[in-house]
T-cell receptor
Framework: GAVVSQHPSWVICKSGTSVKIECRSL??????MFWYRQFPKQSLMLMAT?????????EQGVEKDKFLINHASLTLSTLTVTSAHPEDSSFYIC??????????????FGPGTRLTVT | GNSVTQMEGPVTLSEEAFLTINCTYT??????LFWYVQYPGEGLQLLLK?????DKGSNKGFEATYRKETTSFHLEKGSVQVSDSAVYFC??????????????FGKGTLLTVNP
């Protein structure tokens, strides 16, 4: 149980175009989803937190107009990189948290999406 | 703010060697602590966790004890295998609703185990 999928697993796009990445919780309802960015040989940096049905909360330094997050249902969140540039190339990872008791629930991570902007 | 510091890698060991990956943290309140593992080409998987001081998390031969007095959560394994080769991340989670329970990660430690 507790499987999170991401689609696509990798994508190449041209500079200036937009690309959408989907994150789905397959066997549970995710009240909260998180989007991370991982640079090579570095840690995961939280970009934003999205709660179902409300606007995402972005971390400091993350451009909300560039990284559009939508969490329209309890099983799906999307990250759209708008007007992508080569510096947006990275590994994007989502995680999902289900409802439950605060100290016992976990975040379940998707396998990640490799974005390359040419 | 919260932060996690873990030993920098890469760490290279021979099979059956003892493993320690150090992790210390800075946090307000009483966080939960985690170790995640990322195998090549895969997403993060929870390896073990501890939710309060003196708790010991364990899984697949790995152990870590939540030490509040030293703000540490060091990962250990008595005898590593080639299949343990991966990147290991230490993380903490705030346990307040206002934080959305978000995770703060260390930079990760690459472990390579040679046969």
């Amino acid at each position: 149980g507790a499987v999170v999928s991401q689609h696509p697993s990798w994508v190449i796009c041209k500079s200036g175009t937009s690309v959408k990445i989907e994150c789905r919780s397959l066997d549970f309802q995710a009240t909260t989803m998180f989007w991370y960015r991982q640079f090579p040989k570095q840690s995961l940096m939280l970009m934003a937190t999205s709660n179902e049905g409300s606007k995402a909360t972005y971390e400091q330094g993350v451009e909300k107009d560039k990284f559009l997050i939508n969490h329209a249902s309890l099983t799906l969140s999307t990250l759209t990189v708008t007007s992508a540039h080569p510096e947006d190339s990275s590994f994007y990872i989502c995680s999902a948290k289900g409802p439950g008791v605060a100290v016992s629930y976990e975040q379940y991570f998707g396998p990640g999406t490799r974005l390359t902007v040419t | 703010g919260n932060s996690v510091t873990q030993m920098e890698g890469p760490v290279t060991l021979s099979e059956e060697a003892f493993l320690t990956i150090n992790c210390t943290y800075t946090a307000t309140g009483y966080p939960s602590l985690f170790w995640y593992v990322q195998y090549p080409g895969e997403g993060l998987q929870l390896l073990l966790k501890a939710t309060k001081a003196d708790d010991k998390g364990s899984n697949k031969g790995f152990e870590a004890t939540y030490r509040k007095e030293t703000t540490s959560f060091h990962l250990e394994k008595g005898s590593v295998q080639v299949s343990d080769s991966a990147v290991y991340f230490c993380a903490l989670r705030e346990n307040s609703g206002g934080s959305n329970y978000k995770l703060t990660f260390g930079k990760g430690t690459l472990l390579t185990v040679n046969p």
